[in-house]
T-cell receptor, first 113, second 112 residues
Framework: DADVTQTPRNRITKTGKRIMLECSQT?????MYWYRQDPGLGLRLIYY???????NKGEISDGYSVSRQAQAKFSLSLESAIPNQTALYFC????????????FGDGTRLSIL | QKEVEQDPGPLSVPEGAIVSLNCTYS??????FMWYRQYSRKGPELLMY????GNKEDGRFTAQVDKSSKYISLFIRDSQPSDSATYLC????????????FGIGTKLQVIP
């Protein structure tokens, strides 16, 4: 079983809809992250969380919100989806020190029509 | 100018070749350097993680950091078709939490 599980793996939806992407992990890591990946732009950080009560904006948080429901669960919501939010979305985790590397899930492919 | 520059490729090599993948960066304060491998429809998988300058070897993979030139490399010896993937370089500063800055990835194809 994957250590970092993302659901759904694929989603097609319409402009204006609210979307939730979910991430759960069994690695026991405290830190969790949401990224989006676009061709030619690479991975960009949307939000990150160091524990349930510690949530921080990344470089491209506008139009997104997150919820850390438990140490192992971190959800990303698109409040009112727009076509330029079509991308690959990845959740990542890391252990609770600043030097630990991040480990990624297999992503959600989101298309907004 | 991007903080991290990486040629997107694609790079095609015959099986058994030595592959050299590279990134340049502009921020001389970067201290931690990573290489991730990403297969199609999968998430990035950590391959190599190094601190500061020098070489690190793991099986067929060698990571090299040249801080004076602001240049990092990943070498793959005896390349295999299973090495066909996109390779992302990544780096970050030291001192407290620092975000990771990723390259856009180089797509590698190893031809049998």
């Amino acid at each position: 079983d994957a250590d970092v599980t993302q659901t759904p793996r694929n989603r097609i939806t319409k402009t204006g809809k609210r979307i939730m992407l979910e991430c759960s992990q069994t690695k026991g890591h405290d830190r969790m992250y949401w990224y989006r990946q676009d061709p030619g732009l690479g991975l960009r950080l949307i939000y990150y969380s160091f524990d349930v009560k510690d949530i921080n904006k990344g470089e491209i948080s506008d139009g997104y919100s997150v919820s850390r429901q438990a140490q192992a669960k971190f959800s990303l919501s698109l409040e009112s989806a727009i076509p330029n939010q079509t991308a690959l979305y990845f959740c990542a985790t890391s252990a609770g020190t600043d030097i630990e590397p991040q480990h990624f899930g297999d992503g959600t492919r989101l298309s907004i029509l | 100018q991007k903080e991290v520059e990486q040629d997107p490729g694609p790079l095609s090599v015959p099986e058994g070749a030595i592959v050299s993948l590279n990134c340049t960066y502009s921020n001389s304060a970067f201290q931690y350097f990573m290489w991730y491998r990403q297969y199609s429809r999968k998430g990035p998988e950590l391959l190599m993680y190094t601190y500061s300058s020098g070489n690190k070897e793991d099986g067929r993979f060698t990571a090299q950091v040249d801080k004076s030139s602001k240049y990092i490399s990943l070498f793959i010896r005896d390349s295999q078709p299973s090495d066909s993937a996109t390779y992302l370089c990544a780096m970050k500063l030291s001192g407290g939490y620092q975000k990771v800055t990723f390259g856009i990835g180089t797509k590698l194809q190893v031809i049998p």
